[in-house]
T-cell receptor, first 114, second 114 residues
Framework: AQSVTQLGSHVSVSEGALVLLRCNYS??????LFWYVQYPNQGLQLLLK??????LVKGINGFEAEFKKSETSFHLTKPSAHMSDAAEYFC????????????FGQGTRLTINP | EPEVTQTPSHQVTQMGQEVILRCVPI?????FYWYRQILGQKVEFLVS????????KSEIFDDQFSVERPDGSNFTLKIRSTKLEDSAMYFC????????????FGAGSRLTVL
């Protein structure tokens, strides 16, 4: 079975500061990993995905994430936070083959302070 | 940019009533999904649908739930007799293929059961 744990249901950073959202996964088979973002009253939008190619993945809006197999982690980072980054962020895992479902973490709400 | 459209955005219903949530997936997508998020909890997989039949479903998706693609564009989720615990945000998603391909999510339909 697969699972995802996001450390911190709420993260608050100052504008211009580093954003670090933590995600650890559990999977008995090689995983695909995703970060989705949800802005208020909108659907889940893909930020980036890891699909067994480069371990450092760059996504939209300046976000990136690094797959670390030894740590079973896929933390999301952004060097400098913008006010527009305020949203809910979800880490998710799926299997490389076969399974069609995403298993989500509980989400992290990111607040940006002026 | 193509998007997944869901209606209604919010529905309030009495316990025991039937509810139908509607989704229009992206036109060239072949795989369709329903997920739900109970307030304060994780986004959970309900069901996936391909080639006019369910390809996978979770333990949540019991006999009270059904899905249908009645025509070439709509994808519906029906709850036959709603319970209080069915109150949640329901997300529809679609993708061009299975596995780890990117899912495009709709904005969600919030269901409140009284």
């Amino acid at each position: 079975a697969q699972s995802v744990t996001q450390l911190g249901s709420h993260v608050s950073v100052s504008e211009g500061a580093l954003v670090l959202l933590r995600c650890n996964y559990s999977s008995s088979v090689p995983p695909y990993l995703f970060w989705y973002v949800q802005y208020p009253n909108q659907g889940l939008q893909l930020l980036l995905k890891y699909t067994s190619a480069a371990t450092l993945v760059k996504g939209i809006n300046g976000f990136e994430a690094e797959f670390k197999k030894s740590e079973t982690s896929f933390h999301l980072t952004k060097p400098s936070a913008h006010m527009s980054d305020a949203a809910e962020y979800f880490c998710a895992v799926s299997q490389i083959q076969g399974a069609q479902k995403l298993v989500f973490g509980q989400g992290t709400r990111l607040t940006i302070n002026p | 940019e193509p998007e997944v459209t869901q209606t209604p955005s919010h529905q309030v219903t009495q316990m025991g009533q039937e509810v139908i949530l509607r989704c229009v997936p992206i036109s060239n997508h072949l795989y369709f999904y329903w997920y739900r998020q109970i307030l304060g909890q994780k986004v959970e997989f309900l069901v996936s649908f391909y080639n006019n039949e369910i390809s996978e479903k979770s333990e949540i998706f019991d006999d009270q739930f059904s899905v249908e693609r009645p025509d070439g564009s709509n994808f519906t989720l029906k709850i036959r007799s709603t319970k209080l615990e069915d109150s949640a945000m329901y997300f529809c998603a679609s993708s061009t293929r299975a596995g780890a391909n990117v899912l495009t999510f709709g904005a969600g339909s919030r269901l409140t059961v009284l």
